[in-house]
């Protein structure tokens, strides 16, 4: 897809920015009100960049938000995925994949593109323009997001398969222009379970994990899909599987959280019995783990041995960390501010309006997102570059740059 083709759509998904008659009024109603200054002085806080993402707030709702070590991704219902440097919050791109409104899956991403399962097809668009790059089709219904290494492309599906694509065969058949017709060519491998892929397939270039319904973690080699082990639980996973550091986090329908070494199977703890239903994948930050069971508040667990830390009931569901402080969500759509030593709450912010909000495991920025769109970035005021969490060496080494002016964007919203 031309640059061209991504502005035009920027464009027509932006009626505010091209309509001299719509109203301050109007534009309120699809730009809430920002945090203030003053409320997030009271914290040490301060507004890091604010920005819109590309969707009609008339129809389109925000589906997922993923971030990566360089970029911000607002996916909405319509299909329409906006991209953002996620650290200055300059708006990269925004382009319509698959049909409008059709059902999708949280994107994913390498160093050099994104990777987004639309229907019945998989696109990879390039991260720093949105061009998009290939397209192939699927065999059968995907049940999750893909995974992806070095080499291939994994596809979990409703009738218990994963998928696995060659990347250099893609390539090769995107340049003899035979995608997506002769999608199958890339096609490497494929295992076959007795129920539902449920969580999205994790490599590590050696071996790939994945679950399924039928109460069972595989792990297979990434190259020819032998078999690695088999780890059976007494009930299906429940959330997607978190690694970190060599180690899978998995949560069952029976409230276990297990942690298991990624490449044999091995138990690192016992399990961790939260009383409660899981649904939320775990957040590993360096040390900690952040577990949110429904209606179970916010645990905080030490990675080396699954003991709780410390218990915060009135959370919802955790969002960023910093060395010494938490943010989660809590039931009355607030964001309370944690310490994170001992979890006793040190204030909120009263965000209700911000009611899609990133669960951040990569950086310690808060990532929040209003209804219509509205994205604002919330950092410590001390903390003038990120600390990256996840994969430190992926950092971005190139400077960043202040947004860019745009004649045709909406005034500030005001603030609280």
């Not at 065999?139 to 596809?155: A, E, F, K, M, W």
């Amino acid at each position: 897809m031309s640059i061209l083709r991504v502005l035009c759509l920027t464009l027509c998904c932006l009626p505010f920015a091209t309509s001299p008659n719509f109203t301050w009024a109007q534009r309120s109603q699809v730009s809430p009100t920002l945090p203030s200054s003053r409320l997030l002085n009271r914290y040490g806080l301060q507004r890091n960049w604010w920005s819109h993402a590309t969707l009609n707030p008339k129809r389109d709702k925000v589906r997922h938000l993923v971030i990566d070590e360089e970029n911000l991704y607002v996916q909405a219902s319509s299909g329409v995925v906006s991209a953002f440097n996620n650290e200055s919050g300059r708006r990269l791109w925004a382009i319509q994949l698959g049909q409008q409104d059709g059902p999708s899956y949280p994107l994913v991403s390498n160093e050099e593109f994104a990777l987004i399962v639309v229907g019945l097809n998989l696109y990879a668009v390039n991260k720093s323009t949105g061009e998009l790059i290939w397209e192939i089709s699927l065999p059968t219904q995907p049940s999750t997001s893909p995974g992806v290494d070095n080499l291939r492309v994994y596809i979990g599906s409703l009738d218990g398969s994963v998928y696995a694509y060659d990347l250099q065969k893609i390539h090769d058949l995107y340049d003899e222009n035979r995608l997506p017709q002769s999608s199958r060519e890339a096609l490497v491998w494929r295992y076959k379970t007795a129920r539902t892929i449920t969580t999205p397939p994790i490599s590590t270039g050696l071996v790939v994990n994945f679950a399924s319904q039928d109460h069972s973690l595989y792990s297979v080699t990434a190259e020819r899909r032998e078999q690695k082990f088999q780890f059976q639980t007494d009930a299906p996973v429940s959330a997607p599987i978190a690694e970190s550091d060599g180690f899978l986090y998995m949560a069952s329908e029976d409230f276990n959280l297990y942690c298991l070494n990624s490449n044999n199977g091995v138990l690192r703890w016992d399990p961790f019995i939260s009383g409660l239903p899981i649904r939320k994948t775990p957040v590993i930050v360096n040390a900690h783990v952040f577990l949110s069971p429904d209606r179970g508040g916010l645990y905080c667990l030490s990675a080396n041995t699954g003991k709780s830390i410390w218990w915060q009931p009135k959370g919802t569901e955790f969002l960023a960390a910093t060395p010494e402080r938490v943010f989660m969500s809590d039931r009355l759509g607030n964001v309370v501010i944690l310490d994170r030593a001992d979890g006793t709450s040190l204030g909120a912010l009263p965000l209700r309006n911000f009611s899609h909000r990133l669960v951040n495991d990569r950086t310690d920025r808060l990532y929040l997102v209003t209804s219509s769109g509205l994205i604002v970035c919330i950092r410590e005021q001390d903390r003038e570059f990120p600390l990256y969490h996840k994969f430190p060496d992926h950092r971005p080494i190139m400077p960043l740059f202040a947004p860019e002016a745009d004649s045709e964007s909406p005034p500030v919203p005001p603030e609280q």
